[in-house]
């Protein structure tokens, strides 16, 4: 039997160890030292670059930019999604294809929805030219660049992107949840509000809070679409750079590897605690600590 | 509104349901139609009229990019990359997900956690010495060099899905399989793997998807364009011909498609795998 589990987990358990767990150990000891990326790290700077970290105002920049573009997808992303996904639930025709259709923008890779949005967004570009046609000439901006709005239509991005497959999560949870409760409900002279409110809502719950969490963890971790549409240096100055372009940004485009190893063992530790937080107090009814306590 | 909603629960909102449906599909597939329909026009129509419908419609561009050989090469590249990262990862993440499922064994628990940890760990945390790693493997600009980590950064999704899948099948058919003289892993392949179907082709639609879209990792080890995959593809060609708005749309569409046809043949099955997975 011991044979056997060597045999079934050792592949993997090996690929696992090398190509995930080493690197992040690497970036954690190269977090300790003044690094430019050639030949063996020698300059010892103990917890140097987490202290130049504290106190970077960079750093913190971008520390606020990917808070804001956390709680603001939850904000934005979450009742649209719950809304969207009772909408859907309805016995309407062509469900199937409607599911496929709002899927599409999940499915197309950060690289295309990046270059094709910054192509509309130029200020002579598709969406200003549109909102000339309809008459609301005066809402045209400056999209990308301005650094008053630049975050917001990452937001409007964002959203686009990632709604579908918040909706499609819901619409499974929502499919789960038997229809004899609700028509109980019904029976019993419940309105439509009063049953999603009291039934449907506290069912979707785990749902939910699962959405939410990969959110979380998405959000900490955007890199592509920032990096595809503004650029490390551009995301700077119009206020979208995040803690993973930062990370980028100071490793390999401007060659200090030891504080870009620090910045990212600062997002991974950041990452953890979001995690274990949000799973000893939010997810603790749904997994029953799954991930935390092992499989049991 | 409620007054209605209250009168007729059963009835409610269906031209309702239809409208918002229809709004929300508009604003989803809507910049998709923009690109694919954009390759059709030609640049001088772009700058004329940035949201208008080709006037006359444009062929040109899309024969160009379908001509081209460097399309072609980043599309191979591609296929190969996301095929052999998917067949990898469910291999290697059903073994593990059937150890971690039905055997006991001391550090069951903690390499459950350490799997389900690895979710916390994406590629970009790690691009940097995992760069240094496939470095040192001479992996550098090789294919090999995008299909083994990204294996290994599938592996944590693929078992978090399919260890509840391979728990729920009866302790029965186990014992019914080992009274016929079965060994373990005759019952991992005669019986596991068809039952677990359902998660096998989740798990292995979310790595292909994963991988065809893979940006981080082939901008790090990729550097000739006989290499690329397409999504480093199409940033090379939009910057290279920044200038041919339209070629670049052309190019652009041609380079989503098959992602979204493979999702539109599998759909059903992403939903009821992820439906099993939030259950479980």
């Not at chain 1, 964002?158 to 499609?168: N, R």
């Not at chain 1, 995040?242 to 401007?254: E, F, K, L, P």
């Not at chain 2, 090999?144 to 899948?165: E, K, R, Y």
Request: glycine share 10%; net charge positive; with cysteine.
């Amino acid at each position: 039997m011991r044979f056997e589990i060597a045999v079934l987990s050792g592949p993997a358990i090996l690929m696992f160890l090398a190509f995930v767990i080493f690197p992040v150990a690497l970036a954690a000891f190269y977090g300790f030292y003044r690094w430019h990326g050639y030949g063996a790290p020698t300059d010892w700077v103990g917890l140097n670059n987490y202290k130049l970290i504290l106190t970077d105002p960079a750093f913190q920049q971008v520390l606020w930019h990917t808070g804001l573009i956390l709680v603001l997808s939850l904000v934005i992303q979450g009742p649209l999604a719950v809304g969207l996904a009772l909408l859907l639930n309805q016995k309407i025709r062509g469900r199937s294809v409607i599911r496929i259709l709002i899927f599409v923008p999940y499915v197309i890779s950060e690289v295309i929805v990046g270059t094709a949005w910054s192509l509309m967004l130029q200020t002579n570009g598709a969406v200003n030219d549109l909102l000339g046609h309809v008459g609301l000439g005066f809402l045209k901006a400056d999209w990308l660049s301005d650094p008053k709005l630049a975050l917001w239509t990452l937001m409007g991005i964002i959203s686009w992107k990632y709604i579908g497959f918040a909706v499609i999560l819901m619409l499974a949870g929502l499919q789960s949840i038997p229809d004899e409760l609700s028509e109980a409900a019904q029976i019993d002279g419940a309105s439509y509000w009063q049953i999603q409110r009291r039934i449907t809502l506290p069912l979707l719950g785990p749902t939910i809070r699962i959405w939410a969490f990969l959110s979380i963890i998405g959000s900490l971790q955007l890199f592509d679409l920032v990096y595809i549409i503004w650029g490390p240096y551009v995301a700077g100055t119009a206020g979208t750079s995040t803690m993973a372009i930062y990370m980028v940004a100071q490793g390999r485009n401007a060659g200090n590897y030891g504080y870009g190893s620090a910045i990212a063992v600062v997002m991974f530790l950041i990452s953890l605690v979001v995690a274990l937080i949000y799973q000893r107090f939010v997810l603790r009814r749904d997994l029953q600590g799954a991930v935390t306590e092992g499989a049991s | 509104m409620s007054a209605t909603i209250a009168n007729k629960p059963q009835k409610w909102g269906s031209p309702f349901a239809y409208f918002v449906a229809l709004l929300f599909i508009g604003v989803c597939v809507a910049p998709v139609l923009y690109i694919v329909i954009g390759g059709f026009r030609t640049n001088s129509q772009i700058s004329t009229g940035p949201a208008a419908l080709p006037d006359p419609w444009v062929v040109g561009n899309y024969i160009a990019v379908l001509k081209s050989v460097t399309f072609w090469g980043e599309f191979a590249n591609s296929v190969v990359v996301a095929l052999a990262s998917t067949v990898g990862t469910v291999v290697l993440g059903l073994m593990v997900s059937f150890v971690l499922a039905r055997y006991d064994f001391r550090f069951k628990g903690a390499m459950y956690s350490l799997f389900a940890a690895g979710l916390m760990f994406p590629m970009v945390i790690a691009i940097t010495p995992l760069y240094i790693v496939i470095k040192d493997l001479g992996l550098v600009d090789n294919l090999l060099g995008v299909i083994v980590p990204q294996i290994a950064f599938g592996l944590p999704t693929t078992v978090i899905i399919l260890v509840p899948f391979l728990r729920a099948i009866p302790k029965e058919i186990e014992e019914a399989a080992a009274i016929d003289g079965s060994s373990r892993l005759g019952f991992f392949f005669r019986m596991v793997v068809p039952l677990s179907r359902p998660g096998v082709v989740t798990v292995g639609i979310l790595g292909f998807i994963g991988s065809w879209n893979n940006y981080v990792l082939p901008l790090y080890v990729l550097n000739s364009q006989a290499n690329f995959t397409l999504p480093l593809g199409v940033q090379a060609f939009s910057s290279q011909y920044s200038v041919d708005t339209a070629k670049v749309l052309a190019f652009t569409s041609l380079a989503m498609l098959p992602a979204m046809a493979f999702f539109a043949i599998f759909e059903k099955k992403i939903v009821g795998g992820l439906t099993g997975a939030v259950k479980g």
